[in-house]
Nanobody, 116 residues
């Protein structure tokens, strides 16, 4: 059974930082492209960034320079370091299997709220 379990969300002030983690199991993690996708209140899922099996990374323009996706294949875990957070980053963040155009399975997510 595929499992994706996100953690690390919370309430942070504008300009602050958070580090999200996603522990996975049940599939060949080291061979998979992994993404972080997010869903703001009242909106659909939005792809934020991806990391390939080779470590190549891709970012939504609005997250470039502020977000960093990484992975640890020994732990089957993907991370998202988020800096300089803005209120517009408020969303439920999910890790997902697949890239920008083909993510197809995601976890229950962790809430990130950016507010003063």
């Amino acid at each position: 059974e595929v499992q994706l379990v996100e953690s690390g969300g919370g309430l942070v002030q504008p300009g602050g930082s958070l580090r999200l983690s996603c522990a996975t199991s049940g599939f060949a993690f080291s061979s998979a492209t992994m993404s972080w996708v997010r869903q703001a209140p009242g909106m659909g899922l939005e792809w934020a960034c991806s990391i390939g099996s080779d470590g190549s990374t891709y970012y939504l323009d609005s997250t470039k320079g502020r977000f960093t996706i990484s992975r640890d294949n020994r732990k089957d875990t993907v991370y998202l370091q988020m800096n300089s957070l803005k209120p517009d980053d408020t969303a439920v963040y999910h890790c997902a299997i697949g890239g920008r155009d083909d993510f197809h399975l995601w976890g229950q997510g962790t809430q990130v709220t950016v507010s003063s």
